[in-house]
């Protein structure tokens, strides 16, 4: 099962991009990349998924590398309400529908 | 949106009792699963379901039991609820497969205080 490395914890402003970085050294060949925010006391909610190079939707933008080994989550110009935590996972592809959560990124945004 | 559901929201109980966490999806969705979180933890794979009549356990150890009778349907159960057992439970499902990696879907979550 790929393990994922996060920061535990970012700051950022108001307007600033913001850029949150997953490890993922033993991605398996068919393992997609996901992730997640999570506010308090609720279910996490999907941002956006990739297989490999960039990917792009009406949030935000996920680049990943040619070896896969990780991947950058871009939060353009980030409001106070995107403190939260996010969650990098990756699987379900052939290896695995097992799908474990890593410690996550929280991310605090201040004005 | 997804329609995914969890009862009961909130779970107030003493040691002792056997206590059930529903959950319900509409979505058709094969593959199922319980998380549990503490507050400002992070979330850990108690238990999942491939499909009808397939269960397994997840990464971290429960005393929990789960069925899956039904491709709708989710439970999870207690059956002697203790203060340990105290955390959210967080259910979700995806239509994930082979070569399609589709999206956990979570529901509000069930939040179980045992005294």
């Known amino acids: 099962l790929a393990k994922t490395t996060q920061p535990i914890s970012m700051d950022s402003y108001e307007g600033q991009e913001v850029n949150i970085t997953c490890s993922h050294n033993n991605i398996a060949t068919n393992d997609y990349i996901t992730w997640y925010q999570q506010f308090p006391s609720q279910g996490p909610r999907f941002i956006i998924q990739g297989y490999k190079t960039k990917v792009t939707n009406e949030v935000a933008s996920l680049f990943i590398p040619a070896d896969r080994k990780s991947s950058t989550l871009s939060l353009p110009r980030v409001s106070l309400s995107d403190t939260a935590v996010y969650y990098c996972l990756v699987g379900a592809g052939d290896s695995s529908y097992k799908l474990i959560f890593g410690s996550g990124t929280r991310l605090l945004v201040r004005p | 949106e997804a329609d995914i559901y969890q009862t009961p929201r909130y779970l107030v109980i003493g040691t002792g009792k056997k206590i059930t966490l529903e959950c319900s999806q509409t979505m058709g969705h094969d593959k199922m699963y319980w998380y549990q979180q503490d507050p400002g933890m992070e979330l850990h794979l108690i238990h999942y379901?491939?499909?009808?009549?397939?269960?397994e356990k997840g990464d971290l150890s429960s005393e929990s039991t789960v069925s899956r009778i039904r491709t709708e349907h989710f439970p999870l159960t207690l059956e002697s609820a203790r203060p340990s057992h105290t955390s959210q439970y967080l259910c979700a499902s995806s239509a994930l497969g082979t070569g399609f990696a589709g999206e956990l879907f979570f529901g509000e979550g069930s939040r179980l205080t045992v005294l």
């Open positions: 379901s491939y499909g009808v009549n397939s269960t």
